[in-house]
C-alpha cells in the first residue's frame, strides 16, 4: 500500500499578486529569463461578480438599442442575399431592403423588450468576474528557480 501526497491545483505557490496583469508581469518576466514556463499556472482566488452601472434604460434607449442590433443582422441578411442578385442595382435593393426592415424589426422587439420588464431592472450595465488575488503556481520541481526570478522581479519594482 502506498501513500500520496495530493498537490494543490497548478503546483505549489511561487507569487501572489492583487491584479492579473501583476501575474501576467511575473509570468511574462519568466519567460524573458528562459524559465520553461510550461510549468506556470495562474489562479485567481476569492471570484466576485463587478456590475457596473452605465446608465439608465429608457423606451428610447431600449428602441435605439433593437434598432441597432436589427439594421446589423438586416445588413447581414441583405449581403447575403444580394449575392444572388444578377445586376448592381438588385445588389444596393437587397442590402438596403434588409437593412430597413432589420431596423424596423429590431426597433419593434426593443420595445417589447422593454414594456414587457415592467419597471424592472430599468437600468444597463456591463459585469465582469474579478478575483480578489492572482497565485503563479508551478509544478514543485521547478518552483525553486521559479521563485528566484521572481524574487528578482519584484526587487525591480
Known amino acids: 500500500m502506498s501513500a500520496s501526497v495530493s498537490m494543490p ?5 511561487v507569487g501572489s499578486y492583487d ?3 501583476q501575474a501576467q508581469a511575473a509570468v511574462d518576466y519568466l519567460s524573458d529569463q528562459k524559465f520553461a514556463v ?6 485567481g482566488s476569492d471570484l466576485r461578480q463587478v456590475e457596473k452601472v ?7 434607449r431600449a428602441v435605439a438599442a433593437g434598432a441597432a442590433g436589427g439594421a446589423w443582422w438586416g445588413l447581414f441578411v441583405g449581403l447575403l442575399l444580394g449575392i444572388f442578385s444578377t445586376d448592381g442595382g438588385g445588389w444596393i435593393g437587397s ?15 426593443g420595445a417589447i ?3 414587457t420588464m415592467g419597471g424592472k431592472r430599468d437600468f444597463v450595465s456591463t459585469s465582469r468576474i474579478v478575483a480578489g488575488r492572482y497565485d503563479v503556481m508551478c509544478n514543485p520541481a521547478h ?11 519584484s526587487l525591480r519594482g
Open 143 to 153: 518552483a525553486e528557480e521559479a521563485r528566484a526570478h521572481l524574487a528578482r522581479f
Open 54 to 60: 452605465t446608465g439608465r434604460l429608457t423606451m428610447g
Open 95 to 109: 442590402v438596403l431592403s434588409g437593412l430597413l426592415v432589420g431596423l424596423v424589426f429590431g426597433a419593434i422587439f
Open 38 to 43: 510550461e510549468n506556470v499556472t495562474i489562479i
Open 113 to 115: 423588450g422593454y414594456s
Open 9 to 13: 491545483l497548478g503546483g505549489v505557490q
Open 19 to 21: 491584479s492579473y496583469e
